[in-house]
């Protein structure tokens, strides 16, 4: 492969060269010559986000299995013949988290060296060797390393698929296309309360290779990022990869292809990684935005809700079993990460965001004020049914923008020389920002109560709401030399 960098003094003799020069490359089936279909496009993005369900599931993994290693029920229900204990059981939960934050140091440069590809293909493996590894598994010190690994695996899927995603999109479908990362991600979280709770531990761990299997065999058919091939100056692969993800010919590329160009030869001559995002104003902003979306992300206190679900309704209590209001905010939650995915192009990022930090705001506050009527010993019998609404209102809130636009931004907002870079230190911030949380606030609660700690994540998302209208700009339908044209004049 060709790896010489493009400068912007070689662009319009690379466009003519690439351009109109006919290609023997098998783009597998026929060619537009002007608009072709997206349905390859789409066929690809399912196949990349099957990882993603793997690594929801991953997350909810613990939910159906910890209560089951906490008990003495056999080998057919305990693979490690003991009961664990609370901190084993902590441990095994929380050591995600760690490997999480760590991933995209290992991933990021893995992408920007190697390419987006073949570090997918590497992600894979990881969640896929510890899934095996957890479904026979006999040692609690070896469920902790596969729970690490898991978590390296997780970490950089979320910041791969969004960087991957981004790229080999449309302008007019990015959004659309960014979102079923997150629809994935949930259904995966879903599958877990579906399954977990029937199948045994081995059978369960095995059923969640299954997308990882679906994903090898699909591999092959998956094209590198043309911005990737762009970047290290490899043309005809760039060139060849944008005709098989657009399904157009030579001349229906022409235009997107001179873009790219530009962009990534602006891009390569400005180095130094992240410590280019200090030198550039833009990328400053850029990284600024995409810092506010995925800390504030946090500060809705999704992580805290989602991990502890079932003790809230138990405090709460109401005519719903927590295992049912699980399936139900899981279900949910999944349609609503499938909706946006329709709307985001239609309505934007800008203004998804700011309607789903303020409803998201509005309910956990209506749930902190149910929380007060209860801790005050006032009668609540009459809203038993609050809370259940309430989180589920709360759940599709969150879902309908706070949960997908802030990937959907980092994957589009940078250019291919920082992109990696950033994204890797802002994903590490998303998931000890979420783990700070998850450990702070079970303290906080019960401490102050939980009527305070859902007001104080309600105030939170009030702010981020002001924020995010003022800071943040819309990138729908922009291209990545226009969003950064935007920057340089905000």
């Known amino acids: 492969m060709a790896t010489k960098e493009i400068e912007a003094s070689h662009v319009n003799d690379m466009v003519q060269e690439v351009v109109y020069k006919p290609t023997t490359i098998d783009c597998e089936g026929p060619l537009k010559s002007k608009k072709g279909s997206s349905t390859f496009l789409y066929f690809i993005i399912c196949i990349v986000n099957l990882i993603g369900f793997s690594c929801g599931s991953s997350i909810s993994w613990t939910s159906p299995v910890i209560p089951k290693l906490e008990g003495f029920m056999g080998a057919e229900h305990n693979p490690l013949g003991k009961p664990i204990t609370k901190l084993e059981g902590s ?7 760690l490997g999480c934050a760590i991933g995209p140091f290992i991933s990021g440069p893995l992408a920007g060296k190697y390419g987006r590809k073949i570090t997918l293909l590497c992600i894979a493996a990881i969640v896929g060797i510890s899934f095996i590894t957890l479904a026979f598994a006999t040692n609690v010190y070896v469920y902790y390393v596969a729970r690490f690994l898991k978590g390296l695996g997780v970490g950089s899927t979320y910041q791969i698929i969004p960087i991957y995603s981004g790229e080999v999109a449309e302008n007019t479908n990015r959004g659309r296309v960014g979102c079923l990362f997150v629809a994935n991600i949930s259904a995966g979280l879903l599958s877990s309360y579906l399954v977990g709770p029937y199948l045994s531990v081995r059978l369960f761990c095995i059923f969640h290779t299954t997308p990882i299997v679906i994903f090898l065999i699909f591999y092959k058919f998956i094209p590198e990022s043309p911005i990737y091939l762009a970047s290290k ?5 760039a060139k060849a990869s944008l005709m098989r993800l657009r399904r157009y010919s030579a001349s229906g590329v022409k235009d997107e292809l001179i873009d790219i160009f530009l962009a990534c030869a602006e891009s390569n001559s400005n180095k130094g990684g992240f410590k280019e995002i200090f030198r550039y104003p833009p990328l400053q902003k850029a990284f600024l935005i995409c810092l506010l979306l995925l800390t504030l992300q946090q500060f809705t206190g999704i992580a805290f809700v ?3 679900l079932q003790t809230i309704c138990d405090v709460a209590g109401g005519s719903v079993s927590p295992s049912i209001s699980a399936i139900i905010i899981g279900v949910l939650k999944t349609f609503a990460s499938l909706f946006t995915s329709t709307v985001i192009d239609k309505f934007g990022r800008k203004l998804l965001a700011m309607i789903s930090a303020l409803a998201t705001g509005i309910f956990i506050t209506i749930l902190g004020i149910f929380f007060f009527l209860l801790q005050n010993k006032y009668d609540v019998s009459n809203i038993t049914w609050l809370p259940i609404v309430t989180l589920i209102s709360y759940i599709i809130s969150f879902n309908l923008g706070m949960a997908p636009v802030p990937f959907v931004i980092v994957g589009e907002i940078f250019p291919s020389h920082v992109k990696s870079a950033a994204s890797t230190v ?9 783990f700070i949380i998850t450990f702070l606030c079970p303290v906080l609660s019960s401490l102050l109560g939980m009527a305070p700690t859902f007001c104080m994540f309600g105030v939170f998302c009030v702010i981020g709401t002001v924020l995010i209208y003022f800071i943040v700009p819309e990138t729908k339908g922009k291209s990545l030399a226009e969003i950064q044209d935007i920057l340089k004049h905000r």
């Open 306 to 308: 989602v991990g502890f």
């Open 426 to 434: 802002l994903i590490s911030i998303k998931f000890l920002t979420s």
């Open 91 to 97: 441990l095994i939960a929380g050591i995600l988290s």
């Open 233 to 237: 100056g490899d043309k005809v692969e």
